[in-house]
């Protein structure tokens, strides 16, 4: 029986590993990794009934809910997200054990447990015992949060402690002497950032009974002290002060102080005796002492001074107290300074401009419960009255101070969040206004004081980034607050009071023009679209208005995930989880979705809906749509708007194939630009309407003016309305031109403009006030095509003098349209710009040459708004200015206020301006225009535009993710292919200071390099290491300390920053590595204004593509020029080479450097780098000796030979382990280590080529999507159609590049059944090629494993009868026996 158990193992574990990946050791990566990362191939029922096979050192390589905790805290993922990836493995966990329970032997006496699994260990894998009780499960929960906190927080000192010199000791600093008050700031302060930010992670556990005090507190000690020995001889070097300043942040939790600590206090002091333990009294007085660290345990003693006993003789019951003691006054000195400078009013402390002020003053905040926040409120909003304006006398507030971001930054979290918790009850979440406290008397509304300070929204965004975790129930708060409000705006008649009209406008200011950061990477950000649905439609405040429609353009241009396209197919979404332990979000819950068109469209505005189009086709160029199955594109582009849009070819070259088949099958699409009113016909209209003349009275008359209204009450007359507007504002400029006597020469109109009639703005004020505020984005499109049709109809080919001043009026003197909207619509997509002349003119002006316009850019550009704008101070001070000269106006009363005309009807309520303004609302709308105008070809009026726009981009909030994926989109686009373009893209739109890219790409943009022939292999490792550090969660130093801090850089998680910028990189030399070719492929716009193409239309260079087949070969096209690209070539040679990879230089080991390989092909485009490395497989199959040779021969299992074989079990036990393998029925061959752990290989010298290559494959494949399968199904087709493979270990190295993929292949049956198809195909192929086949009872090893292969496959991953019959034919070319036990296989 036992040989039969050997036998049967033996087949199992080479089985396993054909099915297991070579290293399974993929970082779960947060906003990066796709949905079924988190459930890991060694998670998977099927998997896990082989995973017991193999060695301890092989399981793990694999996944864990510690490593992926450890992976998302690392990488600043937010809670919801932990507890997302905690419950989605534990759900595959719990799977994976029923499965095998359901699999094993189950005797008799066993109890059955949860999921069919049963009490004996036995029948789980080791490592996979999950509980199935609630409470169990907090705790098990509780303990996996504790073990990768306190592992984190361990590499964290060890790796300060190894930058820092604590053994040199400071002469002027002794033991025996009080020290002076001066604050010792490190050198290496920068290394502080990371105990911030665990801090804050630990801090919010505490806080929300995640993990208990008592755990952290008991962790912390067994790390400097193992448990195996209370007097550890390594404990001195472990010892800390870091980890005495992590337990002093938790004493400000309420319930830590009067719970635990009270509790040990009172009694035998137990925590405090080993928190004295631990202490390190070198560290204060070494050369990179830090206060506010060491001072911990001083501060922890003056914390708690009120609950210690006996006080006198608190030292005779501690004795180390005497080395603690020598720096207590320090404490006490800061105490007193403190209080004298508050009392004094003497704030700069508060500014943060001197760091040893902020060092003191947090210090003060460790040791005092709510001293320092208090007092930072008390400055922010003081108790005396000082009332100053915004914008007018209605929006007032009471002048307080800005406090500094280092001071917050350093500020203890318990600190932050009672500073938070004051703003938001007092400032932002009471329904009447802000709330203040005067003379003692109860918080209450003041008269005259109705809008909070500017600095005060100044800290709230400043806390909510250094503070993310123990603050981000509030913003959850918020944002359900929002979600309330918007659906009472869909009932369509909501009024709202001042107070709460003025709350909104503030918020979506707030999270519009300072958390667009915080939001891109929220758990929940793909569904804030939810929050703001009926208030785009229903909002009748303009003001409020203009912020929502800007808020939403840039919320929508943060998706980057499919979660946003479920979000808008999910019509049952009910808010964000008000809850600190949040259920599963993600894959597990996505699954369940039934996905529905919502009723109604989600965008009444064509500036939103066209915007949502180009995401939408953004994410499933980048993301693919495979993963999500039941999620239609066709669905989610038709949710947008009530009538789908018409896309001209130049925009469709570069949308995804399923988009651009719903926009050509459709039959709700236009078939083309809609075509524009005549001038004629306005003409007309003006003359048969006569309540038109209402506008040319010089006097009122309100039944005209009735009639006009009712006229254009109807919604298909309304955009005529502005025609009729340009036409009668036409002819009084001409008739203002002709009696002009200073008219000049060119032909120019006077700069005064015409006079208008006194009547004539009041009334189109009016009528324009009628209109939805949603559909103005559209009227101006129509308007655009108007006038572009006007000037057509005179024969120009670009605007006249007269129109482009014309235009400049409307927009900024009359303010009757909105200067983003005409951006928009001149680069709305649905007009070709490659071959429109006229629109390219008319965008040149209202971006470059508009004198209006160019007057605020020069302001803005003396101004000098700074792109660091939590470190501008004096940021509050230029938007004032600003405003003061340029003021805004959000109802086109504009030139009417400055003729002092009574308004009717009035003005609505003047909501405060704090960051919003024309430039700002302006940027997501350029965002927009970038794209059409890289599809539009023409390099001049691009680069001119962006060296021209570039200052605007400093307070764009997400500026690399922007260019990053501007490059990705149009990668191929011969636009960028110029070195001139990519330079000015890139100086636009990124600020250098805050990037930390190669010095070969900095050297680029400056200049001083203008091509990618300076890139070699010593640059492919450099960047190799970078991306294999951060995927391994390296600590490093900076390598420049021009950087910000950690959590105010653009993306937080350091492994997708490093991600985004080496892709930046790449595809910056993959243009310039295209730009000889591409300059026959790009549009000659000079040729064409002189009508030099070879057939007169211009066309001097290359085609137009505007057709499908002319698309689809274009893009075959860049496959080919993709699949040639030096670089990556360089980079897999690299890879393969062990000799070349820079493990040993860089200090990592392992399959490290071969999976950030993987990470980095699946976030560039798949043709780059993804698609090459699959197809790949077909060289290392056809061409590698190892796989070129066929294994032993073996006979097929009878019972005679059982019998004889059984009976000799216990001499062959004594044999070499070679010899029991062929024994036990398996023959070893050469090409045993081709599927041996990549680990293994490695530490013994046996690494190999095709190891190196599967380990590469299935990194690529765990990370990539569908696309990535498709390019592996094609592969394995195009060699089993060239018939050239000749051994069978061939097709044993093909189905492992299959095993591991088999859970998500079989979600894709047609692929699925194709690669089974070409496996067995194959299979035959080789069949009559195996010499060793000497008869038709002899098989061999890697064959009989194969036919396991595909037993597995039946069991586990059936697809399905009908797919076997397809396969059929190939199996009846197979020999006898080998049919045979295929057939029984199909057949079960």
Known sequence: MQYIVDLCFGRKRRLGRILLPPDGSWPLIAHASRAHTVKHVYDQPAYALVRDSLTFEETERGPSANKYVADLLYQRAPTDEIYAAIRNHRIMKKKAIAAVAGDSYIPNSSTIGFGGATDSAATAPSGMAMSDNAETEKHEVSQLLLDSMAQRIEHIVRYIQSQCDFESLLNERKLNENSDPTMIVPRNIQYWEYMNEVADQLYYFVLFDAISYKDVHERFYATVFPKDSDIHPGSEARKDNSYIWLLLQLFHIEKVSVGPIRQDLAGDEDLLDQMLQMYNEQQIVSKDAFYLRDLALQATMTHQQGNIRDNQGFKFRHPRMAVVMPFAPVVYQLQQEFGRQFKDENYEQF???????????????????????????????????????????????????????????????????????????????????????????????????????????????????????????????????????????????????????????????????????????????????????????????????????????????????????????????????????????????????????????????????????????????????????????????????????????????????????????????????????????????????????????????????????????????????????????????????????????????????????????????????????????????????????????????????????????????????????????????????????????????????????????????????????????????????????????????????????????????????????????????????????????????????????????????????????????????????????????????????????????????????????????????????????????????????????????????????????????????????????????????????????????????????????????????????????????????????????????????GASCIHSTGVLANVLPDELMAFPYVRYLADIVLHEPMLQTISGPKRYFSFAEFSRASGKYQQQQQQHPQQQQRAAGGTPFAATTVFNSFEHNRIHGMANRPNTYLTLLHGILHYGGTGTFSALGETIHALAASGELCSDVQLLYLCATVGPALYRLVDHDALYVQILGDLVLIMAQICPRVTTLVDTYTTTDALEQAVDFFCFVKDQFDPGRAAWRRIAPHISALPSLLRYQLQCIVDQ
């Open 351 to 1149: 500014d943060g401009n001197d760091i040893c002020s902020v060092m003191k003053t947090a210090t003060v905040s460790q040791f005092r419960q709510f001293a320092v926040p208090n007092s930072l409120y008390t400055y922010l909003v003081p108790p005396k009255e000082s009332i100053k304006r915004l914008q007018n006398d209605s929006t007032t507030y009471l002048e307080g101070g800005n406090i500094g971001y280092r001071l917050l930054d350093y500020t203890n979290v318990g600190g932050k969040h009672r500073l938070l918790q004051l703003v938001y009850k007092m400032m932002l979440a009471h329904e009447l206004g802000p709330q203040f406290q005067f003379d003692g008397k109860q918080p209450s509304v003041r008269e005259g004081i109705t809008c909070v300070s500017p600095h005060i929204v100044d800290t709230v965004y400043r806390l909510l980034y250094n503070a993310p975790y123990s603050n981000e129930l509030m913003m959850k708060e918020v944002l359900e607050k929002l979600r309330r409000c918007d659906k009472v705006m869909a009932t369509g008649n909501a009024r709202f009071s001042p107070a709460t009209l003025r709350w909104l406008y503030t918020i979506y200011q707030l999270m519009n023009c300072r958390l667009l950061r915080f939001f891109k990477y929220y758990a929940h950000a793909s569904h804030l679209v939810h929050h703001l649905r009926h208030s785009l439609v229903h909002t009748a405040h303009r003001q409020l208005y203009s912020s929502l429609e800007c808020f939403a353009l840039c919320l929508v241009n943060l998706q980057h995930d499919v979660g946003f396209l479920q979000a808008l197919m999910n019509p049952a979404y009910h808010g964000i989880p008000l809850t600190p332990h949040p259920s599963a979000i993600g894959a597990a819950v996505a699954r369940s979705i039934a996905y529905l068109k919502p009723k109604d469209a989600w965008f009444e505005c064509a500036m939103l809906s066209r915007n949502a189009v180009m995401v939408i086709s953004r994410i499933a160029i980048m993301r693919g749509l495979g993963d999500v199955p039941g999620l239609s594109l066709a669905d989610c582009l038709d949710s947008l708007s009530p009538q789908p849009q018409y896309w001209a070819p130049s925009v469709l070259r570069y949308l995804p194939r399923l988009a651009r088949a719903y926009y050509a099958k459709n039959p709700r699409v236009p078939k083309g630009p809609q075509p524009s009113v005549s001038a004629a016909a306005i003409r007309q209209l003006i003359e048969g309407r006569p309540v038109h003349s209402v506008m040319l009275l010089a006097q009122p008359n309100p039944q005209a003016e009735a009639g006009l209204l009712a006229f254009y009450a109807e919604a298909k007359r309304q955009p005529l309305f502005l025609f009729v507007v340009w036409v009668l504002l036409e002819r009084l400029t001409a008739t203002h031109a002709s009696a002009d006597d200073s008219k000049g020469e060119d032909g120019t109109p006077p700069k005064d403009g015409p006079v208008l009639p006194a009547m004539m703005l009041v009334v189109v004020r009016r009528v324009l006030l009628s209109f939805p505020v949603s559909q103005m984005s559209t009227y101006t499109s129509s308007l655009i095509d108007f006038v572009v049709g006007c000037e057509a109809e005179r024969g120009l080919a670009e605007p006249s003098a007269a129109t482009t001043q014309l235009l400049d009026d409307v927009m900024f003197k009359y303010h009757l349209l909105h200067h983003e909207h005409v951006v928009f619509a001149l680069t709305r997509g649905e007009h070709d710009l490659r071959t429109d002349r006229m629109r390219l003119a008319l965008t040149r002006f209202v971006l470059l040459e508009s004198p209006s316009f160019t007057e605020r850019l020069n302001e803005w550009h003396r101004l000098d708004f700074q792109g660091r704008y939590w470190a501008d101070y004096r940021h509050w001070a230029k938007q004032e200015t600003y405003l003061t000269k340029f003021p805004e106006f959000f109802e086109h009363e504009g030139h009417l206020a400055a003729s002092n005309v009574v308004l009717d009807p009035p003005p609505a309520l003047s909501l405060p301006i704090y960051y919003e303004n024309r430039m700002v609302r302006l940027l997501p709308v350029l965002e927009f225009a970038l794209g059409r105008l890289i599809e539009a070809e023409n390099r001049v009026l691009l680069r001119a535009v962006l060296d021209r726009m570039g200052i605007l981009y400093r307070l764009h909030q997400v500026p690399l993710t922007t260019l990053m994926n501007t490059l990705f989109v149009y990668f191929n686009a011969p636009t960028l292919h110029d070195a001139a373009v990519m330079r000015s893209l890139s100086l636009s739109l990124l600020d250098m200071t805050q990037q930390n890219f190669s010095r070969e790409f900095e050297l680029f943009v400056r200049g001083e390099l203008s091509d990618a022939g300076s890139i070699d292999a010593k640059y492919i490792c450099r960047m190799m290491v970078r991306i294999t550090r951060a995927i391994t969660r390296h600590l490093g130093k900076p390598e420049s300390d021009k950087l910000p801090e950690v959590h105010y850089r653009e993306i937080p998680n350091p492994i997708l920053l490093c991600l985004t910028e080496c892709v930046v990189e790449l595809l910056t030399w993959w243009c310039l590595d295209n730009s000889a070719r591409s300059s026959a492929r790009l549009y000659s716009h000079s040729a064409a204004a002189e009508g030099e193409g070879a057939d007169g239309s211009g066309r001097a260079r290359g085609p137009l593509p505007s057709t499908e087949p002319e698309f689809r070969a274009e893009e075959d096209d860049g496959q080919k020029r993709a699949a040639e690209w030096p670089l990556a070539r360089q980079w897999l040679d690299i890879v393969m080479d062990p000799a070349k990879r820079p493990e040993c230089a860089a200090g990592i080991s």
